[in-house]
């Protein structure tokens, strides 16, 4: 069966310090992968998706940046946190067709200070 | 451009009554309609989608083009119930399977 992990599960960072938060995938090959924030009253927002290795489309302007190294792991980053990239993280990742049901991980929340 | 609007941040009913939890959508194609659900200390989850057309949980939702909209509902609410409920949304034709989310709903279900 599949499974997908996330971590850390909490984080509580420096304003200025790096972030890497990792997303691993299990018993799927070649999935689409996710990167969803979740903020108080702004729901779910979409930040990064990934179809392939390597290939990283953005959807929103911002700080923080992803990367695809392997197949089945997506990786969140940035290189000075700012307070705004407080917030509840969440790894997600479907099959490669794009149909179907959306798999979310258990989340990674950052706190800023 | 894509939007989905849950119109009320939080819902509160007691046991036993109806639940309408409120979507609307903004996409010129066809769109492929869902709800997620979170449940305390859970994982976000499918709840259901609007191509299968079944009730889940005895919740329902029925896609509505004309008024662009995919309400959520459930005849007699149950204390379990209580969860964050989010709509999305995803392009027709997309192969990227990216969901489009709304700004959740609370729903409180009070004994």
């Known amino acids: 069966s599949q499974t997908i992990h996330q971590w850390p599960a909490t984080l509580v960072q420096p304003v200025g310090s790096p972030l890497s938060l990792e997303c691993t995938v299990e018993?799927?090959?070649?999935?689409?992968l996710y990167w969803y924030r979740q903020a108080a009253g702004r729901g779910l927002q979409l930040l990064f998706y990934s179809v392939g290795i390597g290939q990283i489309s953005s959807e929103v302007p911002q700080n923080l940046s992803a990367s695809r190294p392997q197949d089945r792991q997506f990786i969140l980053s940035s290189k000075k946190l700012l307070l705004s990239d407080s917030g509840f993280y969440l790894c997600?990742?479907?099959?490669?067709?794009?149909?179907?049901?959306?798999?979310f991980g258990e989340g990674s929340r950052l706190t800023v200070l | 451009a894509q939007r989905v609007t849950q119109p009320e941040k939080l819902l509160s009913v007691f046991k036993g009554a109806p639940v309408e939890l409120k979507c609307n959508y903004s996409y010129s194609g066809s769109p492929e309609l869902f709800w997620y659900v979170q449940y305390s200390r859970q994982r976000l989850q499918l709840l259901l989608r609007h191509i299968s057309r079944e009730s889940i949980k005895g919740f329902t939702a029925d896609l509505n083009k004309g008024e662009t909209s995919f309400h959520l509902k459930k005849p007699f609410a149950q204390e379990e119930d209580s969860a964050m409920y989010y709509c999305?949304?995803?392009?027709?034709?997309?192969?990227?399977?990216?969901?489009?989310f709304g700004q959740g709903t609370t729903l409180q279900v009070k004994p």
């Open positions: 018993g799927t090959s070649n999935p689409n």
């Open positions: 999305a949304l995803r392009q027709g034709s997309s192969n990227t399977g990216k969901l489009i």
């Open positions: 997600a990742w479907i099959e490669k067709t794009g149909a179907g049901e959306l798999f």
